[in-house]
């Protein structure tokens, strides 16, 4: 599907010929490697390549760029799609090598360049769809069966296949993100509002020198409240988190303060590496700063040192807290519970994220869920797509007290 190189075309491309087409395939991979390319961006590139003509290779790199990139994030992107796209030659000389019968010498591992994961990926995507036949018609009774998309929302993430996994992370990235707005102490000048403000009346009467000062009025402000999370990257939590950073990222795209920490045996703060616009370089970037991942855990100690860190800069203004973690904690108890307690009088929402709410007749009989059961407001799973839909909206609705879950579990508790 690759096309040819553009050193190999005339300086004046045909609408109807070759150039086109592969400008059209081109365009189609980029969408599907996350860049927005229209059909409108698509009939722009053919014309500017008409009109630019094909002289070198940088002149008709430039020339596509300047069209289909609208997003400074996605420059990394376009650039390695279109080394992966119009240089088929070196894709050639790579088959022949390995067809040889000489050995070929040992290359060094370069490290993976930026935004090469989704250019190749969507390149392969776009390969196997031209080369894929027309199956054929087949008649089920699917009366009594759930489609493979319910499946997978339902699935658990740690069950779940590489193919899978990078389908439920395009789910993610698709889900409808809390619409929590809190109301401030903060006004906006607003037409229709009932309070009048009298500093944005004297500056209009500024204007006129004083001979004519109109009313103006304000309404307060409503804002996204800040998001705090605390998850737990041990042996016993690492699947979900993997996952669950992917739903941190699409949730820093839609709203400006949401912090992150991760924590083991030590707290990580994954804050600015999140913010990245690109998910891959996100995740790479998250992966480099984390050095105690898939290890021991240390829940008491990690919420106490965000306590004495942290939390006087990211919890105020009314916070809400994700906390996710199994609650298997390997130290003093005590500790924990004194940690758990600071944390939830320091936030407005505390939420619990457990994975093992999955198993049915679940009991928090370990130690460490027991000291922090008291000290939550919500208990929830986060197993699944449906899930992590499920925490969405009950961010995005009113809390009304200790979640019945948590009060059936409250009352295990032994004296």
């Not at 996350?34 to 002149?59: F, K, M, N, S, Y």
């Not at 069966?145 to 439920?168: G, I, N, P």
């Not at 855990?297 to 860190?309: D, H, M, S, V």
């Amino acid at each position: 599907m690759a096309g040819r190189g553009a050193e190999d075309h005339e300086t004046a491309a045909d609408p109807d010929g070759r150039i086109a087409d592969n400008i059209v395939y081109f365009a189609r991979a980029l969408r599907k490697a996350g860049l927005r390319v229209g059909p409108a961006a698509v009939t722009d590139a053919i014309q500017a390549v008409l009109v630019a003509g094909i002289g070198t290779r940088e002149d008709f790199y430039w020339t596509l760029h300047s069209v289909l990139v609208t997003r400074h994030e996605d420059h990394a992107v376009f650039d390695e799609a279109f080394r992966l796209f119009w240089r088929s030659r070196e894709l050639i000389e790579k088959m022949l090598a390995m067809l040889s019968p000489l050995a070929p010498a040992p290359v060094q591992k370069e490290k993976p360049r930026a935004g090469e994961t989704r250019a190749g990926h969507a390149l392969l995507s776009e390969r196997e769809d031209q080369r894929q036949e027309m199956p054929p018609e087949l008649e089920i009774d699917a009366r009594l069966t759930l489609s493979s998309r319910e499946v997978l929302r339902q699935k658990d993430f740690a069950q779940m296949t590489a193919d899978e996994l990078a389908e439920a992370r395009n789910a993610i990235a698709r889900l409808v993100m809390p619409h929590d707005l809190v109301w401030t102490r903060r006004h906006r000048p607003d037409p229709k509002g009932r309070r009048v403000d009298p500093r944005a009346m004297m500056r209009l009467g500024l204007r006129t020198g004083g001979d004519l000062i109109l009313p103006r009025y304000k309404s307060p402000r409503r804002v996204h409240p800040p998001l705090v999370v605390l998850a737990d990257i041990s042996g016993s939590m690492s699947q979900y988190t993997r996952v669950f950073l992917h739903f941190l990222h699409a949730l820093t795209e839609s709203r400006r303060r949401v912090s992150s920490f991760v924590f083991g045996t030590r707290l990580t703060n994954l804050t600015r590496q999140l913010r990245n616009r690109d998910p891959d370089e996100a995740l790479a970037e998250c992966a480099a700063a984390v050095q105690d991942w898939s290890g021991g855990t240390r829940i008491g100690e990690a919420i106490g040192t965000f306590n004495r860190l942290w939390s006087r800069r990211v919890l105020g203004q009314g916070a809400v807290v994700l906390l996710i973690t199994d609650g298997l904690e390997r130290d003093e108890i005590g500790a924990l519970a004194h940690e758990m307690e600071r944390l939830h009088k320091s936030c407005r929402r505390l939420i619990w994220l457990n994975p093992l709410l999955r198993f049915e007749g679940f009991e928090p009989r370990a130690r460490g869920m027991q000291a922090m059961l008291p000290h939550v407001d919500e208990l929830r799973p986060v197993h699944s797509l449906d899930a992590l839909s499920d925490l969405c909206q009950a961010l995005s609705a009113t809390p009304r007290g200790r979640t019945a879950v948590l009060e059936g579990l409250g009352k295990q508790r032994p004296a």
